[in-house]
């Protein structure tokens, strides 16, 4: 029996950027359609809007529920039936309002399994504001949705360089107060398990980076890097997560460092994000880490300065789907192993220096005496197994 492709749900993001452009144009390939089933989140109307003023050669199939998906098509899943003006450019409420109903319909759909990942299209922070939506961003939003009490990571990658963030969407004026030993080690932590599980990398190397210019110059420009940042590099290390710095920012990458590690840790929005984008501009993709889905999504915006241009480029929105696939197949591999495990391995060690005598069995299952006054033999728990 031929396996079932994996189903990307996408959703559509702002309907006045270039969402739809991005989407309809990584589907116009129809090689696309070899490698997964698109379940697109949004409204047949809008998209077929874009599509006509772009003049996109894209085919879509109509459905109402994801369970009608089907494979070698692109299926197009009404999220509503509101009319919305779209004003390609334009902010607003009623375009934020659209963004959000694809969202709320994509996680619903994932409580119920009804979809392997998730790829977002670029929205606006501010106009999809309201009652259901006071997030920061996408991260924060799914985060609450369906993250089951796991926390976040937003990490920054393409196929040189991965950046995640201690801090992502706070004002600078309040970075400060909110980088802590506690904050460096979760996110630093959360960091190793994915580079390990989501890019199967065996023994991952962390960079940190310094929160002030020239890590604190010894304390002349902030002593964050002697009483925070170094006390949490040296407790990463003795976890056995391998984290080294802290690193002057400005140096780390313009020396190209990064190139030695396997993932650089930024304490703040723009430190990582301000040079990945520099050297990631058309192929970098934000990935969601931590948390029980797959989320990634292009690296841009809505882009409103370029909407219905048929100017954006659809290259980060591919890479972004290509990066969800690949993360969603390294977790299986890496879960596959553990699924099963073997029982635990305990032996019989006597003491009179006779060979010791093993079994694979449950420990609960030793009967449980008193201990005679001079025992013949005593149990004990082969922790190497």
């Known amino acids: 029996m031929e396996e079932r492709k994996i189903r990307v749900a996408i959703t559509q993001g702002d309907t006045n950027g270039v969402g739809y452009e991005v989407i309809l144009k990584v589907f116009a390939d129809p090689a696309m359609l070899e490698l997964c089933t698109p379940i697109i989140y949004g409204s047949p109307k809008i998209a077929a809007y874009h ?22 098509r692109v299926n197009l899943l009404t999220c509503f039936d509101d009319e ?56 924060e939003y799914i985060e609450t949705s369906v993250g089951n009490g796991e926390k976040a990571l937003m990490i920054l990658m393409n196929e040189v360089l991965r950046v995640a963030l201690v801090t992502t969407h706070l004002p600078i004026k309040d970075v400060a107060k909110a ?5 460096i080690i979760e996110k630093a932590t959360i960091f190793h398990r994915a580079l390990k599980r989501d890019f199967r990398i065996s023994n991952p190397r962390i960079a940190i980076l310094a929160l002030n210019p020239h890590a604190g110059d010894a304390g002349l420009l902030g002593t964050e890097e002697k009483d925070i940042i170094k006390p949490a590099i040296d407790e990463l ?22 190139e030695r590690f396997d993932g650089v840790l930024a304490m703040y929005h723009d430190q990582g994000l301000a040079p990945f984008k520099t050297i990631a501009l058309e192929n970098g993709v934000n990935y969601t880490a931590g948390l029980p889905i797959v989320r990634t999504s292009p690296d841009h915006g809505t882009a409103y300065d370029i909407a219905g241009k048929g100017k954006a480029d659809e290259q980060s929105m591919r890479q972004a789907i290509y990066t969800a696939i690949d993360i ?58």
Not at 53 to 65: C, E, G, P, T, V
Not at 179 to 183: G, L, N, Q, R, S
């Open 51 to 72: 599509r006509k003023a772009l003049n996109i050669d894209a085919a879509f199939s109509i459905i109402n529920h994801a369970e009608e998906a089907r494979d070698g």
């Open 237 to 258: 290390a003795s976890m056995g997560i391998q984290a080294f710095g802290p690193y002057p920012a400005d140096g780390f990458f313009g020396a190209g460092t990064f």
């Open 328 to 385: 969603f197949r390294n977790r299986q591999q890496y879960d596959e192993p553990l699924a099963n495990p073997l029982p635990k391995l305990f032996h019989e060690k006597r003491e009179d220096g006779e060979k010791a005598r093993f079994a694979i069995r449950p420990k609960d299952q030793f009967r449980k005496e008193k201990p005679a006054e001079k025992p013949a033999f005593k149990q004990e728990t082969d922790e190497e197994s």
């Open 179 to 183: 980088i802590t030993k506690e904050a």
């Open 84 to 139: 919305v003006k779209v004003e390609l450019g334009q902010p607003s409420q009623e375009a934020g309002a659209a963004a959000l109903k694809a969202l709320d319909r994509a996680m619903t759909d994932f409580r119920s399994q009804l979809y392997d990942v998730l790829v977002t299209a670029p929205i606006n922070k501010a106009t999809i504001q309201s009652p259901g939506f006071k997030f920061p961003g996408h991260t």
